[in-house]
């Protein structure tokens, strides 16, 4: 049946005069008795009873007008999901982040997001920022927040964050019963927790090549992935790292941070999605997170 047949029935039965139903649906009469006796015609049944001066349902017509209502709720629910869903107002979005945005670009992203967006489904995974290119590859993520920089030209990315990275010395160390800026060349000596290169190869060169320029080389005593791990074992004595300043936030106990006087290396974070996978839901999420950037 035609949902507009459907309309113009619902129009007459509920105002029970051809004169002011058409009226209601901005047409002339006789287009709209022709539709009632088409939509008889190919229901086979008698609709109403009219003379002069009445029009009333006949028991086809109540059965109809009931079936009616529900078919024209469920074409204006269809409706409304397909236009939510066209607008990326509804679905699921599948997010890979890097653990330093938990404490700097995360935390006002999503609230943001999930204000705007409440539709939305998120699922949320602490990814490394190799794993999380390997995913957006193949699809099993949607958006990724990742470290610069990003050479796979079957991405977008745009820059979201920006910080300098600092030490994190263990709280029982010497270097650390000052909290004012230190020089890099004061750490020659020391032992380093660090990330694998594989993990950020550009920051992880730019870290060398900064220790380089203090006049050593970085002795690396341990090498773990997860900054929160990496900051654990500074706590535990077993040599000081190069981190993101935002890892501040982690507040563990018995390590102590300080900024470098020196222009240091800075880490990125970019928000990356791939270029044949755009959708109305990612460029929601990516055009936020540049907006936010833009206030920072």
């Known amino acids: 049946m035609d949902p507009r047949k459907l309309r113009y029935f619902v129009a007459v039965a509920e105002e029970l005069h051809f004169g002011r139903a058409a009226r209601r649906l901005n047409i002339s009469q006789p287009p709209l008795s022709m539709q009632i006796r088409a939509l008889e015609d190919e229901l086979e049944a008698l609709l109403f009873t009219r ?16 079936e009616a209502r529900n078919v024209l709720v469920q074409i204006d629910h269809a409706r409304n999901a397909v236009q939510r869903a066209a607008r990326g107002e509804v679905g699921r979005l599948a ?8 404490y700097n670009v995360l935390p006002p992203l999503l609230g943001e997001f999930r204000r705007s967006y409440p539709g939305i489904s998120l699922s949320l995974r602490e990814v490394m920022t190799d794993q999380q ?12 927040l990742l470290t610069a920089p990003v050479d796979r ?5 745009h820059r979201v964050w920006r910080e300098r ?14 909290t004012a800026p230190i020089s890099v060349r004061r750490l020659a000596s020391e032992q ?19 220790c380089r320029r203090g006049g050593f080389s970085l002795t690396i005593a341990q090498e773990v992935a997860q900054s929160h791990t990496i900051i654990s074992l500074v706590s535990a004595g077993l040599g000081l790292a190069i981190v993101p300043e935002s890892m501040q936030g982690l507040r563990r106990a018995g390590v102590t941070y300080r900024s470098f006087r020196e222009e240091g290396p ?13 959708s109305p839901l990612v460029e929601n999420f990516v055009n936020l997170a540049r907006r936010l950037r833009r206030h920072q």
Not at 198 to 206: E, G, Q, R, T
């Open 51 to 66: 003379d002069r001066r009445n029009v009333a349902l006949t028991e086809a017509g109540r059965v109809l007008l009931v």
């Open 95 to 102: 997010i890979g982040f890097i653990t330093p945005v938990e």
């Open 133 to 144: 290119l390997a995913e957006l590859e193949s699809g099993t993520l949607d958006v990724g």
């Open 153 to 157: 030209p079957t991405l977008w990315c």
């Open 165 to 178: 990275m600092i030490v994190a010395i263990p709280a029982v160390h010497a270097l650390a019963r000052s």
């Open 192 to 210: 380093f927790v660090m990330f694998p290169r594989s993990i950020a190869p550009a920051l992880y060169d730019d870290v060398i090549q900064f």
């Open 266 to 278: 800075a880490m990125e974070t970019v928000v990356a999605y791939k270029k044949d996978r755009i």
